[in-house]
């Protein structure tokens, strides 16, 4: 946003990116108004921060449109990427020995099961919908 722009009114500014992102399959699960050193700005979280970054243009769109700042928040929806990973299994009748575990430094959720290879498509699909992989813990 350009410097002399006024920032808009932040239900405004909420409601200017909820229009940005509604004909889009994933939009943020929160909008928060943060402050750092710079000042204020707004912060979205998504299922996953990688998720988020697939949207650079319409999160670009956004802080032109709201003369905000906007930031991907680095939070990881870990109990909804659960749910899928559940349902996942289930489709592709995958028996979890214990709950899925996140490893952030890889972007990753392990999953302990009797099967030595996970289907790809049930990988593909993972990864499409949360921007992190799905692996087997050896």
């Known amino acids: 946003p350009s410097h002399t722009d006024f920032p808009k009114e932040i239900n405004q500014a909420y409601q200017i990116i909820d229009m940005i992102f509604s004909d889009c399959p994933v939009r943020p699960s929160k909008k928060s108004l943060m402050t750092d050193q710079y000042g204020k700005y707004i912060g979205l979280t998504f299922l996953s921060p990688q998720l988020g970054y697939r949207y650079k243009e319409r999160i ?29 299994c289930s489709q592709y009748g995958i028996t979890l020995e214990k709950n899925p575990s996140y490893l952030p430094e890889k972007n990753c959720f392990e999953i302990r099961t009797s099967v030595t290879s996970l ?16 692996r087997i813990k050896k």
């Open 60 to 88: 670009e769109e956004c802080a032109d449109k709201t003369a905000y700042r906007i930031g991907i928040r680095k939070a990881v929806n870990q109990n909804q990427i659960q749910v899928i990973i559940m349902n996942l």
């Open 119 to 134: 289907p790809e498509n049930m990988t593909d699909e993972f990864e499409e919908t949360t921007g992190l992989s799905l």
